[in-house]
């Protein structure tokens, strides 16, 4: 089994557990870290199917109370109405504050479980529970917490970082292929931005991490893991430009997703192809070697990424890439890859990003006429 603690100045480390079949001795791993004897598990429809009955089993054996909250499969689950709903259940359990919250499932799950747990009664432990490959290579880990608002994603939010993190590699062998290509997408986003080590030992195993090879899978998760806890311990709550790495390929994919409609494109496929067109944007404005550009782009080939065929209007996606909520200024601010393992934060002017967009959508059209 392999262990890599969260160390953060400040905050009690924890660790993050990865190995298959370790949802079994949760329970006993918690009871190490905590004496409270009760626990509320919050999980999805889609999870509850198939993990509920042995999370719940291991926690009641290891001495636990366990509640349970089910709520809908998916992004809706992430609202102000199911927050609610959460928080009056935790009354009607008389959770205190010892009490443990067990979020069960992706990332959705991890967002909003972690979101009203560390609100209620101003913050009760949370222990992460991730089924899916994103949320145990991603979102499980650094404490970002959040639910969505009409105006937008993720607007409402805290930073609570869990008192443990359990990812049993087993719990993937249920996961549809498009939401194992999102987490695929980034642990090439990790590799690509952590080192040489990680870019090309994850080049010469892609065919078996689409493949799902257990012994590929685990490597990948500790490796993103490692990646991600050292980003967090350097920048916990965003605020001295480390964390800011994790948005590579991001900032073209939030448009992406709105413009082709969201669910079109899985998430996955649109960082994959925010990817693509940061590196290429880096060739043009920071040195960027092209071989790079080659590398990554057959690597996502070969992780079940493929370029997309969006046909979209270059200043409407300019547009939509300024509406996001993280931009500040009439610059757009690009993670770009001066090379493998080094990037920096490149600010450009409309008229540029536009430039680039429309050589890209012509490239894609090219593409499709071949
Ligand atoms: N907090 C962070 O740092 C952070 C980072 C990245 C993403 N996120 C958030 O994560 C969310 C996306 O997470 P996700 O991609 O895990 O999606 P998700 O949680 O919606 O899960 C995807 C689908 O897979 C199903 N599922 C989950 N585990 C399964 C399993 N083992 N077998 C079969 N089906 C399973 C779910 O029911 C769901 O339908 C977004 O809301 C995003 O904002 C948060």
């Given at each position: 089994?392999?262990k890599?603690?969260?160390?953060?100045?400040g905050?009690r480390?924890?660790?993050v557990?990865?190995?298959?079949?370790?949802?079994?001795?949760?329970g006993?791993?918690?009871?190490r870290?905590d004496?409270?004897?009760?626990?509320?598990i919050?999980?999805?429809?889609?999870?509850?199917?198939?993990?509920?009955?042995?999370?719940?089993a291991?926690?009641?054996?290891?001495?636990y109370?366990?509640?349970?909250i089910t709520?809908p499969s998916?992004?809706?689950?992430?609202?102000?109405?199911c927050a609610?709903?959460i928080?009056?259940?935790m009354?009607d359990?008389?959770?205190n504050r010892d009490s443990?919250?067990?979020?069960l499932?992706?990332?959705?799950i991890g967002d909003?479980?972690?979101?009203?747990?560390?609100?209620?009664?101003r913050?009760l432990?949370?222990?992460q529970?991730p089924?899916t490959?994103l949320?145990?290579?991603?979102?499980s880990?650094?404490g970002k917490t959040?639910?969505?608002?009409e105006?937008?994603k993720?607007?409402?939010?805290?930073?609570c970082q869990?008192l443990?993190?359990?990812a049993?590699?087993e719990t993937?062998q249920?996961?549809?292929?498009?939401e194992w290509a999102c987490?695929c997408?980034?642990?090439a986003?990790s590799a690509?931005i952590?080192?040489d080590d990680?870019f090309?030992w994850?080049c010469?195993?892609?065919?078996q991490?689409a493949a799902?090879?257990a012994?590929v899978?685990?490597e990948a998760?500790v490796k993103?893991?490692v990646?991600?806890a050292?980003?967090?311990?350097?920048?916990?709550?965003?605020?001295?430009g480390v964390?800011e790495?994790?948005?590579?390929?991001?900032?073209?994919?939030?448009?992406?997703e709105?413009e082709?409609?969201?669910?079109?494109?899985?998430?996955?496929?649109?960082?994959?192809?925010g990817?693509r067109?940061?590196a290429?944007?880096g060739?043009a404005?920071?040195?960027t070697?092209?071989?790079?550009v080659?590398?990554q782009?057959h690597l996502l080939d070969?992780?079940?990424?493929?370029?997309?065929?969006?046909q979209a209007?270059?200043?409407?996606l300019?547009?939509?890439?300024?509406?996001?909520?993280?931009?500040?200024?009439?610059t757009?601010?690009?993670?770009?890859?001066?090379d493998?393992?080094?990037?920096e934060?490149?600010s450009l002017?409309?008229?540029?990003?536009l430039?680039h967009?429309?050589?890209w959508?012509?490239s894609?059209?090219?593409?499709?006429q071949?």
């Amino acid at each position: 089994m392999a262990k890599v603690v969260v160390d953060i100045a400040g905050k009690r480390p924890y660790d993050v557990r990865v190995a298959p079949g370790i949802l079994q001795n949760l329970g006993e791993a918690l009871r190490r870290l905590d004496r409270n004897p009760k626990a509320l598990i919050i999980t999805d429809l889609e999870v509850a199917k198939h993990y509920l009955n042995a999370t719940k089993a291991s926690l009641e054996d290891a001495g636990y109370h366990c509640s349970v909250i089910t709520v809908p499969s998916g992004e809706e689950a992430k609202s102000v109405e199911c927050a609610a709903e959460i928080w009056n259940a935790m009354a009607d359990c008389k959770l205190n504050r010892d009490s443990l919250v067990v979020a069960l499932g992706g990332g959705v799950i991890g967002d909003l479980a972690g979101f009203t747990g560390s609100t209620f009664m101003r913050g009760l432990p949370v222990v992460q529970v991730p089924t899916t490959l994103l949320s145990m290579v991603d979102s499980s880990v650094g404490g970002k917490t959040a639910i969505n608002l009409e105006a937008g994603k993720n607007l409402v939010g805290t930073f609570c970082q869990p008192l443990y993190v359990c990812a049993d590699i087993e719990t993937l062998q249920t996961l549809p292929e498009r939401e194992w290509a999102c987490g695929c997408a980034e642990i090439a986003k990790s590799a690509l931005i952590d080192s040489d080590d990680f870019f090309f030992w994850l080049c010469e195993h892609a065919d078996q991490l689409a493949a799902r090879n257990a012994d590929v899978v685990q490597e990948a998760v500790v490796k993103s893991v490692v990646f991600k806890a050292q980003v967090v311990a350097a920048d916990e709550q965003e605020t001295k430009g480390v964390r800011e790495c994790l948005n590579y390929g991001h900032t073209l994919a939030h448009a992406i997703e709105t413009e082709a409609g969201y669910g079109v494109y899985s998430h996955g496929a649109a960082v994959a192809e925010g990817m693509r067109f940061a590196a290429r944007l880096g060739v043009a404005c920071c040195g960027t070697p092209l071989a790079l550009v080659e590398t990554q782009d057959h690597l996502l080939d070969e992780l079940g990424l493929p370029a997309l065929d969006l046909q979209a209007d270059p200043e409407r996606l300019l547009d939509l890439m300024f509406s996001d909520k993280k931009v500040r200024s009439n610059t757009l601010r690009f993670v770009l890859p001066r090379d493998v393992g080094d990037w920096e934060v490149v600010s450009l002017e409309p008229d540029v990003v536009l430039e680039h967009l429309r050589a890209w959508q012509q490239s894609l059209s090219c593409a499709d006429q071949a």
